[in-house]
């Protein structure tokens, strides 16, 4: 890539002219580049909570091969939650990595750049706050959810090879293991799965993260939580009631979401998955209304902003 | 072409006003300096040209509103806002590829090859890099854009002498040329004084003084006098005096000074050595007759 683009570059330059098309979307690509120099954590994270199940798990198989054989032998369909238990647990365990990453990023995404004074290096090239802004929102709205759903495919993946191997080793069959272990299929969900509920559902909650992050000049986790606290004490003292706590919350754990319309583990391949029921769901559009609104303010906001 | 243009900027923060009505206009291919004690309203001006604050009056860099059109304005124009504002989780090679990917004009080979001649190793992170260092990454990445306006803000705070040197001698030797235009502003202004070609004082939010280094060197003349020659030294009134080893250093300035004319040069000559000051003594001279006639109008 970087020899590539440095020769488009020059080409261009010899050129003379400064293409628009190129100007679009490369800065774009840098930008979620540098994203991941600086916050490391977006990948190490869910590789590292993976390895540490992994290994979990692979303990668990050899310490007890018996019981995943017991499991087999009975009737599959009524045991499949059983034998899937493990899988669900890993896309828990990554999905719950996935939203605490999301948070923390949002709360730290246009604060570090003031508080290390580089805001003065990034706003000497030609990329505009609103690329900047956006870039930022699109790590957890899609880049996180994406990335975390390919490495939760890639756990389950080897989780299934592990538990294959020791079944071999014992002389069982697998057959009925990856009958019951859709893997692509779990991943597919697991995708989806965080993509609505965990990442578009919430976009108002991690945009507003975002533009206080831009605000703020310390405790940004304060400052955003504040106007929650404030408005949900005033709700309830002035009529005793606590929609508007309830309505944040849920839209933070994403539990209001018609994204599925049955009630089982959501990258459980029984799940009911509703897409259009989410699509022309009045409170998706007003979520991402009000989430564009924070991100527009957000960039205008960078604008007047310097170091702190 | 005039690359800056500004009529009655105003900025004020609160009941702080940080630039009452600047005037200036650099034209292209020159190196300004804009010099001014601290809170003169430097770096405010040179943030309303880089398009990093709103101001009020009219204000033109290269053509275009700083504040409304920065995004475009960032193509043509690069600043080192201040040392140490590369971020320090960014390796060397990581700069390199992000200002590649994003800058149109970026040449990175020709920032390679600034970099090969420092002893600057691209696997390093800037929080590894000496200050002094990470002065010269920064200017490499900024010497290898082709920007038609550099605009520099205190690009040496806290460099040694060598470093400082070497960064006002690659900028001169391997960057300026006739179609690129610098600002720079700094305390040490002896570092710039022969990298300049044009000179600007800056003191409460106003221009006091604006002119070329030529105009420098032919209108102020520096005289070491001895104390039996001083009060006729005086008599052609300089604009400034200090002590220095029982002798009185005067500073005239040939333009204002109704006695005085080019031609009378020689006139002062029979004093002593008559020479062209330092911009440090011009300043302290500009600054303390400011003050002074500040305390005469509250008096």
Redo the contacts between chains.
């Keep these: 890539m970087?020899t590539q683009?440095?020769s488009v570059?020059?080409s261009?330059?010899a050129n003379g002219k400064?293409?628009a098309a190129?100007?679009a979307t490369?800065?774009v690509?840098?930008?979620i580049?540098?994203e991941f120099?600086?916050n490391r954590y977006l990948y190490i994270a869910p590789l590292a909570v993976a390895s540490v199940f992994l290994f979990g798990y692979l303990i668990s198989v050899i310490h007890s091969p018996g019981q995943l054989r017991t499991l087999l032998v009975l009737d599959s369909a009524h045991n499949h939650e059983d034998i899937s238990g493990p899988f669900d647990i890993s896309a828990a365990l990554m999905m719950g990595t996935a939203i605490l990453m999301s948070v923390f990023y949002c709360a730290e995404a246009l604060h570090g750049?003031r508080r290390?004074?580089?805001?003065?290096?990034w706003?000497?090239?030609?990329?505009?706050d609103l690329t900047t802004v956006l870039v930022k929102a699109s790590i957890p709205l899609l880049i996180l959810p994406v990335l975390v759903s390919a490495i939760t495919a890639v756990m389950q993946f080897l989780m299934l090879l592990l538990s294959s191997l020791v079944l071999l080793g014992t002389g069982g069959n697998v057959a009925p293991l990856w009958a019951n272990s859709p893997v692509l299929q779990m991943s597919l969900l697991t995708f989806y799965h965080l993509l609505t509920a965990h990442a578009i559902w919430p976009a108002p909650v991690y945009c507003w993260l975002l533009l206080v992050s831009g605000w703020a000049r310390r405790a940004t986790f304060l400052w955003a939580a504040l106007p929650v606290v404030a408005i949900g004490g005033l709700e309830k003292i002035a009529f005793n009631t606590t929609y508007f706590a309830t309505l944040v919350g849920s839209r933070l754990i994403g539990s209001t979401a018609p994204a599925a319309s049955t009630d089982v583990f959501p990258s459980n391949p029984m799940t009911h998955i509703t897409p259009a029921a989410f699509l022309a769901s009045p409170g998706l559009w007003i979520g991402l209304a009000v989430a564009a609104i924070f991100v527009v303010a957000a960039a205008r906001l960078r604008?007047?902003q310097?170091?702190i | 072409m005039t690359v800056i243009e500004a009529r009655g900027l105003r900025k004020s923060f609160g009941s702080t006003i940080a630039l009452d009505g600047v005037n200036l206009r650099v034209e292209e291919g020159r190196i300004l300096g804009l010099i001014g004690p601290n809170g003169a309203g430097k770096s405010t001006a040179l943030n309303a040209i880089l398009g990093l604050t709103s101001y009020q009056g009219e204000l033109k860099v290269l053509g275009r509103d700083p504040w409304t059109e920065r995004d475009e304005l960032m193509r043509d124009v690069c600043f080192i806002a201040d040392v140490a504002v590369l971020p320090r989780w960014l390796r060397v090679s990581q700069a390199l590829d992000y200002v590649a990917g994003v800058h149109p004009r970026f040449d990175r080979a020709k920032a390679e090859g600034f970099l090969a001649k420092t002893a600057i190793k691209r696997t390093r992170k800037v929080r590894e890099l000496s200050k002094g260092m990470v002065a010269q990454l920064h200017l490499a990445l900024v010497m290898a854009i082709d920007a038609k306006l550099l605009v520099l803000d205190e690009p040496t705070l806290g460099l040694d002498i060598l470093y400082r040197k070497q960064f006002y001698d690659s900028l001169l030797n391997d960057y300026f040329d006739r179609s690129r235009t610098i600002v720079v502003t700094t305390h040490q202004v002896e570092d710039i004084q022969h990298v300049l070609t044009d000179l600007m004082f800056i003191n409460r939010g106003r221009i006091v003084l604006d002119c070329s280094m030529e105009e420098f060197e032919s209108r102020y003349v520096e005289v070491t006098v001895h104390p039996e020659q001083a009060t006729a030294a005086r008599a052609l009134k300089p604009i400034h005096e200090r002590q220095a080893l029982g002798r009185s250093i005067l500073l005239f300035d040939l333009k204002t000074d109704l006695k005085l004319d080019h031609a009378d040069r020689s006139q002062l000559a029979v004093f002593g050595d008559a020479r062209t000051p330092s911009i440090a003594d011009l300043f302290v001279a500009v600054m303390g007759n400011q003050s002074d006639q500040t305390q005469g109008a509250a008096i």
Excluded at chain 1, 116 to 121: A, E, G
Excluded at chain 1, 123 to 128: A, D, I, R, W
């Design positions: 970087n683009s440095n570059s020059q261009f330059e400064a293409p190129m100007l490369r800065p690509y840098w930008s580049r540098r120099w600086e750049e290390d004074r580089s805001i003065l290096f706003k000497s090239l030609p990329v505009s604008r007047y310097g170091p």
